[in-house]
């Protein structure tokens, strides 16, 4: 027996030694295997890097993506406030520049053409921010009631933000078709009008409102996802804290429910605003502005300016002029912003 | 009876310094120069749309760097 106890401690023994030495060996190879490296390292980058205090590794690290916006977006912006000074076209780069000061931009503001595009613009924008917003928060509200299947409509009300804009107007056109479009049959059974008395597309009368259904229907789930982040930010307590203070629902609604997804609604009405200004996809493959100058919204006007009447001196002009107009009205807008967060 | 020392005044800073009643005068402005630019009314509030938006624009950056 106490053989028998004497051997086992002997194999125990030995064994630890051999674990031990198992991991010096492990040890020294890998301090071999990080000498050979920092060998084979060249040293000035080593030791550069190894100098550099953590602002300048932090400066390391953001300095492509400052490189990468000044020469994608600050770098062009700059060329078109200098080309709005000049008689550039684009048909012709390598005629020589002439500084013509500012008569680009009396021109562009003493243009009523370019001033009845800034209304049309105005018009598509207001109602496409005040429909998109009505409908985006009433929907976000439903479905914030988890009801059965609310996930499932989630999915189907969001298909129409994830389409293509070249899809969405090329099936839009065909729902608006006189003869055979779906939207005109609708229209026909719900008001007894016959379908092909009306032309969405080539009514100087519709085709605003035709491009104003179509961008709501493609945006209006984009409005509704922010919103329901917005709702589903509220914390239950105090609706229930609500509840026991006999609160009706309506007061729930106007007290806790809209003040609480406020910064929310107002976040996706900036970004919806700033993208419709800018909206030119839709509007050329729906009407292409017309008929007649109807539906020429501002980005319509710009790049006939610049690349049909090759003035694209005046048209960075206009170019400018819009961005003032979208970066001064952001400007007040995130600081409206800021105080409503700030209540 | 102690008597209270006089609490001295806070001086105040000159109006076009403080950046509260600027930055609302500011604002006015870029909206006033927002709505000239997309009325549909006078040629003339549309050709002086862009001199008003870019006063209050630079009027907005240079006083929202003002202390509370």
Same mark, same amino acid.
């Given at each position: 027996?106490?053989?028998?106890?004497?051997?086992?401690?002997?194999?125990?023994?030995?064994?630890?030694?051999?674990?031990?030495?198992?991991?010096?060996?492990?040890?020294?190879?890998?301090? /071999?295997?990080?000498?050979?490296?920092?060998?084979?390292?060249?040293?000035?980058?080593?030791?550069? /890097?190894?100098?550099?205090?953590?602002?300048?590794?932090?400066?390391?690290? =953001?300095?492509?993506? /400052?490189?990468?916006?000044?020469?994608?977006?600050?770098?062009?912006?700059?060329?078109? =406030?200098?080309?709005?000074?000049?008689?550039?076209?684009?048909?012709?780069?390598?005629?020589?520049?002439?500084?013509?000061?500012? #008569?680009?931009?009396?021109?562009?503001?003493?243009?009523?053409?370019?001033?009845?595009?800034?209304?049309?613009?105005?018009?598509?924008?207001?109602?496409?921010?005040?429909?998109?917003?009505?409908?985006?928060? !009433?929907?976000?509200?439903? =479905?914030?009631?988890?009801?059965?299947?609310?996930?499932?409509?989630?999915?189907?009300?969001?298909?129409?933000?994830?389409?293509?804009?070249?899809?969405?107007?090329?099936?839009?056109?065909?729902?608006?078709?006189?003869?055979?479009?779906?939207?005109?049959?609708?229209?026909?059974?719900?008001?007894?009008?016959?379908?092909? !008395?009306?032309?969405?597309?080539?009514?100087?009368?519709?085709?605003?409102?035709?491009?104003?259904?179509?961008?709501?229907?493609?945006?209006?789930?984009?409005?509704?996802? /922010?919103?329901?982040?917005?709702?589903? #930010?509220?914390?239950?307590?105090?609706?229930?804290?609500?509840?026991?203070?006999?609160?009706?629902?309506?007061?729930?609604?106007?007290?806790?429910?809209?003040?609480?997804?406020?910064?929310?609604?107002?976040?996706?009405?900036?970004?919806?605003?700033?993208?419709?200004?800018?909206?030119?996809?839709?509007? &050329?493959?729906?009407?292409?502005?017309?008929?007649?100058?109807?539906?020429?919204?501002?980005?319509?006007?710009?790049?006939?300016?610049?690349?049909?009447?090759?003035? &694209?001196?005046?048209?960075?002009?206009?170019?400018?002029?819009?961005?003032?107009?979208?970066?001064?009205?952001?400007?007040?807008?995130?600081?409206?912003?800021?105080?409503?967060?700030?209540? | 009876?102690?008597?209270?020392?006089?609490?001295?005044?806070?001086?105040?800073?000159?109006?076009?310094?403080?950046?509260?009643?600027?930055?609302?005068?500011?604002?006015?402005?870029?909206? %006033?120069?927002?709505?000239? %630019?997309?009325?549909?009314? %006078?040629?003339?509030?549309?050709?002086?749309?862009?001199?008003?938006?870019?006063?209050?624009? %630079?009027?907005?950056?240079?006083?929202?760097?003002?202390?509370?």
């Amino acid at each position: 027996m106490t053989a028998r106890i004497r051997k086992r401690t002997g194999q125990f023994f030995r064994m630890r030694r051999f674990k031990t030495q198992v991991k010096s060996v492990t040890h020294t190879s890998s301090t /071999i295997l990080g000498e050979a490296v920092a060998r084979a390292t060249p040293v000035p980058i080593a030791s550069r /890097i190894r100098g550099l205090s953590d602002r300048s590794m932090a400066w390391l690290f =953001i300095t492509p993506a /400052i490189a990468l916006l000044l020469a994608v977006n600050i770098f062009p912006l700059i060329w078109a =406030i200098y080309l709005s000074f000049t008689n550039f076209r684009a048909n012709r780069p390598n005629a020589a520049l002439e500084n013509v000061g500012l #008569s680009n931009y009396s021109r562009v503001l003493n243009d009523p053409n370019i001033w009845q595009a800034m209304q049309t613009t105005a018009h598509f924008v207001f109602w496409t921010i005040l429909l998109q917003t009505l409908i985006g928060f !009433s929907l976000a509200y439903l =479905i914030d009631r988890k009801f059965r299947g609310h996930a499932f409509w989630t999915t189907i009300i969001l298909v129409p933000m994830m389409l293509s804009p070249a899809v969405v107007g090329n099936f839009w056109r065909f729902l608006y078709q006189p003869q055979i479009g779906l939207f005109n049959h609708i229209v026909s059974f719900l008001t007894g009008i016959p379908p092909s !008395s009306f032309e969405m597309l080539g009514s100087v009368r519709l085709s605003p409102w035709a491009i104003i259904i179509v961008d709501t229907w493609m945006w209006t789930p984009y409005v509704m996802l /922010i919103c329901l982040a917005g709702l589903r #930010s509220i914390p239950d307590y105090i609706y229930e804290a609500a509840e026991v203070d006999r609160a009706s629902l309506w007061r729930q609604f106007w007290s806790i429910t809209l003040p609480m997804a406020l910064p929310f609604i107002m976040l996706a009405v900036l970004f919806r605003g700033i993208e419709n200004f800018k909206m030119f996809d839709m509007v &050329t493959l729906l009407t292409g502005g017309g008929p007649g100058s109807t539906t020429e919204v501002a980005s319509i006007t710009l790049k006939r300016e610049a690349f049909e009447s090759w003035r &694209t001196g005046r048209a960075s002009a206009f170019a400018i002029i819009l961005f003032v107009a979208v970066f001064g009205l952001a400007n007040i807008y995130v600081k409206a912003l800021n105080k409503v967060k700030q209540r | 009876m102690t008597a209270q020392p006089p609490v001295p005044s806070k001086q105040k800073r000159p109006f076009f310094l403080r950046r509260g009643p600027m930055e609302n005068i500011a604002t006015g402005l870029i909206g %006033l120069g927002f709505l000239m %630019l997309f009325q549909p009314f %006078l040629l003339i509030f549309y050709t002086w749309s862009l001199v008003t938006l870019l006063a209050g624009t %630079l009027m907005f950056i240079i006083v929202s760097k003002f202390p509370e």
